[in-house]
Structure formats: structure tokens, C-alpha cells
């Protein structure tokens, strides 16, 4: 049977790849509507995010990569960015991301 959560139970919620790897913590829910777009992920000291961004806080999980949310939750390996240099990379993306906010604006 399916169990229905509230999103606010889901804050702060440890996030694990598939892999059975810690990925970090859910920092916020993004919704489109009424979907669930995605879900930011900020990364915390001891997780495999950390190390693979350097010194950027996070990244945004496309909600259709998540396996299951639970006491957890998982999220599919795949959700792991590829080829990230560092904090230079997750820089570059940021402000692409936000020209692009503000030429919609």
C-alpha cells in the first residue's frame, strides 16, 4: 500500500545513493504546480558530495531519480554529478542558471 508523506517530514532527511552511499541532507522541496520538480540537497561535511563539489553547498535532484523515501531517502546513483572539477564547476552552472532566471524574468 502506498503511505503518503507530508513534504515537511522530509526536510532535513538524510539522502543515501543506491549504492549505499551518503549523499547529504534535504535542504528544500522544489515544485512546478502542484509536482514535485526536484529536491535540493545540501552537502554536508562527511558526504560523497562534499568531495566531489569542493566548496559548493549542494545541487538540485530531479525528483524522478528518487528510489524510495522512507526513514531515508534513496536516490538513484545516477543523481551523482558527473564530472564535476570542483567548485569552479558548480560555479559555472550557478550562473548559467541564474542568466537564465533573469532573461525569463
Do not use: Q
Not at 8 to 22: I, L, N, R
Not at 24 to 39: A, P, Q, R, S
Request: charged share 25%; hydrophobic share 45%.
Amino acid at each position: 500500500m502506498l503511505k503518503v508523506k507530508k513534504i515537511t517530514h522530509v526536510y532535513e532527511m538524510k539522502v543515501f545513493t543506491d549504492a549505499g552511499e551518503y549523499f547529504g541532507d534535504v535542504e528544500e522541496c522544489i515544485l512546478t504546480m502542484n509536482k514535485i520538480f526536484g529536491w535540493r540537497v545540501r552537502a554536508t561535511r562527511n558526504s560523497s558530495l562534499h568531495k566531489l563539489l569542493g566548496g559548493a553547498k549542494g545541487v538540485i535532484v530531479p525528483h524522478r531519480l528518487v528510489r524510495a523515501i522512507g526513514d531515508i531517502m534513496i536516490i538513484s546513483k545516477s543523481a551523482i554529478p558527473a564530472g564535476a572539477e570542483g567548485e569552479d564547476a558548480a560555479v559555472n552552472r550557478s550562473e548559467s542558471d541564474s542568466g537564465m532566471n533573469m532573461a525569463e524574468a
